[in-house]
T-cell receptor, first 116, second 114 residues
Framework: AQTVTQSQPEMSVQEAETVTLSCTYD???????LFWYKQPPSRQMILVIR????KQQNATENRFSVNFQKAAKSFSLKISDSQLGDAAMYFC?????????????WGAGTKLIIKP | NAGVTQTPKFQVLKTGQSMTLQCAQD?????MSWYRQDPGMGLRLIHY???????DQGEVPNGYNVSRSTTEDFPLRLLSAAPSQTSVYFC?????????????FGPGTRLLVL
């Protein structure tokens, strides 16, 4: 069975600096998708970025980018120029490419604190 | 386009009471799901549906029922509430485009069972 591990329960960063959140996963599949979701205090889950495993190029969305290391099964999220609004829980999630039911497997989350 | 809506936002129940958490989406997504979120844990799938009339169990289905009579609605029923069901519940709907799946989440329902 696939698993997703986020080893950092909490991270803090100074405003305007860069922070990297770690995520590792375990799978025997070659076709899959990885996601980072943000959950602010409002509790709504917001998709930050997605990565297809078959793509070698790392996904980027404005200040958010990933470092996808397929062989190492690592999928870290880098947030550049951190802003106060980035403070939230961040969840890493995995979806099998063979799963027609769209089920996601979730990590436990990392709480990101932004220091002004 | 309201996306995914959930009601109520917060509910307090006594042990043994039953209730229904409502979830609706207006994006015509076939796939919908219910998760619970507990401190220090990721989201855990309770039940899901791949279309109207079709539901199936997820990782933690015990104590919960679902039905999907329409594409838009996917209510979650607690049959006899227990303190272990104190949690935050999220409903999500999904679509697939170009092989990637995007999940849209509702704002969540915080449930406290005394």
């Amino acid at each position: 069975a696939q698993t997703v591990t986020q080893s950092q329960p909490e991270m803090s960063v100074q405003e305007a600096e860069t922070v990297t959140l770690s995520c590792t996963y375990d799978t025997s599949e070659s076709d899959y998708y990885l996601f980072w979701y943000k959950q602010p205090p409002s509790r709504q889950m917001i998709l930050v970025i997605r990565q297809e495993a078959y793509k070698q190029q790392n996904a980027t969305e404005n200040r958010f980018s990933v470092n996808f290391q397929k062989a190492a099964k690592s999928f870290s999220l880098k947030i550049s120029d951190s802003q106060l609004g980035d403070a939230a829980m961040y969840f890493c999630a995995y979806r099998s490419g063979m799963d027609s039911n769209y089920q996601l497997i979730w990590g436990a989350g990392t709480k990101l604190i932004i220091k002004p | 386009n309201a996306g995914v809506t959930q009601t109520p936002k917060f509910q307090v129940l006594k042990t043994g009471q039953s209730m229904t958490l409502q979830c609706a989406q207006d994006m015509n997504h076939e796939y919908m799901s219910w998760y619970r979120q507990d401190p220090g844990m990721g989201l855990r799938l309770i039940h899901y549906s791949v279309g109207a009339g079709i539901t199936d169990q997820g990782e933690v289905p015990n104590g919960y029922n679902v039905s999907r009579s329409t594409t838009e609605d996917f209510p979650l029923r607690l049959l006899s509430a227990a303190p272990s069901q104190t949690s935050v519940y999220f409903c999500a709907s999904s679509y697939s485009l170009g092989g990637t799946v995007t999940q849209y989440f509702g704002p969540g329902t915080r449930l406290l069972v005394l």
